[in-house]
């Protein structure tokens, strides 16, 4: 019998199967000790098939399914023990099931803070662009993220198995990266939000609760797949995320202590361990799901680019933006451009606060260059991509994105809501066209009040100059918030206060202090 394989004996038939088609072993075990089988029955199913018809000759029981399903039980078994046997198949993630509810992160709100470092644009690169992975000379898989202007700073993505560290190379990776897809993208940000609520999100951990992330996805209005398969999905797409490892060498910013070096070893991005609740039969699985609950700890890359303390020293990066909910319902499948451009761009918001880009520009950066050349030399690829383009914009309009085309570069014939013919020429005129696209609000108002640099001592005729002639009141700010349709909760989130905070000052029980003064004035526009 080969090293790498197990025999499998069904009414006096034997056959020995090579483990190799399974997958990743590690992977497929830890998923088996959560109770998720799906994917292992549905290939058990596909080798039983293949063995009655192939290896024993026998085509007419291959329709009868009693008999396959007995097959592919047995094949199941039989690939379990094996890997229970096998020396370098460990399960390294810890995984059980939690009779006692653990406390779980709250719901993420309508807008919601974000990290906005280059850690999150290249992890958001090893999720959504596949192209973009390659092998190094030793044949290990990585994806590598180059800072633009200074390419000294760089960030390199790898693939490991759950819980361990070790550089897997191509062929082996590949099986995990062809997990990757923007539902990891999508709970990859879920993860990084409720992060920015940690103090020291690299010494701590939080539960999310599934059955939550299915509503914050949109999930909970398709009927098309049953509650369990979507909490199994989730769960799946979780231990993708814990395979993914991460190197910085970065460097940022000046002062007078000198530079702010933000880079980090070899880490995890995540480190997931998945705890499904429900009911087990007899065999110790899960037959009735009722919920999953996800623990992460943050990876210690937290450390170097979250680090609220360290950026007050000038020692480590704080660096975010917001998240508008809404951008993690948006279906891919439906409007992939779409959710490209709405996650890249809730990233670069911060970056960059006058939202100006070039077509070209974004398209560039949604797709590899070879979409772009094909729509230059084929009629129809061009004819497509305007209309893909042009779907994703009015999809972001109607989601409250703020969004002007350039009155000189962007002609009205070529902007997606006009019915004129396109003219001569028109994709070389659309990659060309700029326009202004930014967040729905208040994230620009939040981004430029973030951005508004500290007021400087000053002598107290320039003082007089910059203060607005009267001190802002509590009532105003109340009248203020009201006709933007906000909550005490939501203004105090924005500013980063409490909300009793807000209840004093709307109850004129607590001064503005100066701080905050202005960027009440600037996100509620008085």
Request: hydrophobic share 40%; net charge positive.
């Amino acid at each position: 019998m080969l090293e790498d394989s197990f025999s499998i004996k069904h009414n006096n038939l034997m056959a020995e199967i090579d483990s190799k088609v399974f997958g990743n072993k590690k992977l497929l075990k830890a998923e088996i000790e959560a109770g998720f089988l799906e994917e292992i029955k549905a290939i058990s199913r596909k080798i039983a098939i293949n063995l009655i018809k192939e290896n024993w000759k026998l085509p007419d029981l291959a329709k009868d399914k009693n008999y396959v399903n007995e097959l592919t039980k047995k094949i199941v078994k039989s690939f379990r023990e094996h890997l229970e046997n096998t020396a370098d198949s460990p399960s390294f993630i810890q995984h059980e099931i939690q009779r006692e509810i653990p406390d779980c992160e709250k719901k993420l709100n309508s807008i919601t803070q974000i990290p906005s470092s280059a850690v999150m644009f290249s992890s958001m690169e090893a999720y959504v662009r596949k192209d973009l992975w390659g092998q190094d000379e030793n044949g290990i898989a990585y994806l590598r993220h180059l800072a633009k202007g200074y390419p000294k700073n760089y960030i390199e993505h790898y693939i490991t198995r759950p819980g361990d560290i070790t550089l897997l190379p191509w062929d082996e990776a590949q099986q995990i990266i062809d997990k990757f897809g923007f539902t990891t993208a999508k709970l990859h940000l879920v993860f990084a939000a409720h992060a920015m609520n940690q103090e020291k999100p690299w010494e701590s951990q939080f539960n999310l609760k599934v059955s939550d992330i299915i509503q914050e996805f949109g999930w909970d209005k398709n009927h098309k797949k049953s509650k369990a398969e979507k909490l199994r999905e989730i769960a799946s797409t979780a231990f993708a995320l814990d395979c993914l490892l991460v190197k910085a060498v970065w460097v940022e910013g000046r002062n007078r202590k000198g530079q702010i070096i933000a880079s980090a070893p070899v880490g995890r991005m995540w480190n997931i361990y998945i705890k499904p609740t429900g009911q087990l039969n007899l065999d110790g699985e899960i037959d009735n799901l009722n919920d999953i609950y996800i623990t992460v700890q943050p990876g210690l890359w937290t450390r170097d680019f979250l680090n609220r303390a360290g950026a007050i020293s000038r020692e480590a990066l704080y660096q975010f933006g917001y998240l508008a909910q809404q951008v993690l319902k948006i279906d891919p499948y439906h409007n992939e451009l779409a959710l490209r451009l709405a996650i890249f761009l809730t990233l670069d918001s911060r970056v960059r606060l006058n939202g100006n880009y070039t077509v070209q520009e974004l398209l560039e950066i949604a797709f590899p260059k070879p979409v772009i050349a094909q729509a230059r030399q084929k009629r129809r690829k061009a004819y497509d991509l305007k209309q893909c383009w042009d779907s994703a914009i009015k999809l972001l309009i109607q989601l409250d994105w703020q969004i002007e085309f350039d009155s000189t570069t962007y002609p009205e014939e070529l902007r997606p809501d006009s019915t004129l013919q396109n003219p001569r020429g028109y994709l070389d005129i659309l990659l060309n066209a700029r326009l202004t696209i930014k967040p729905p609000a208040p994230i620009p108002e939040l981004l430029t009040a973030k951005a508004t640099p500290k007021l400087e001592p000053s002598s107290p005729s320039s003082k007089q100059k910059s203060t607005p002639s009267t001190n802002l009141t509590g009532s105003q700010v109340r009248e203020a918030r009201a006709a933007k349709g906000w909550s005490q909760a939501q203004l105090a989130g924005f500013l980063g206060v409490s909300q009793y905070l807000i209840s004093l000052i709307e109850r004129g029980q607590r001064p503005i202090n100066q701080k905050i003064e202005p960027k009440i004035r600037k996100i509620l526009e008085i």
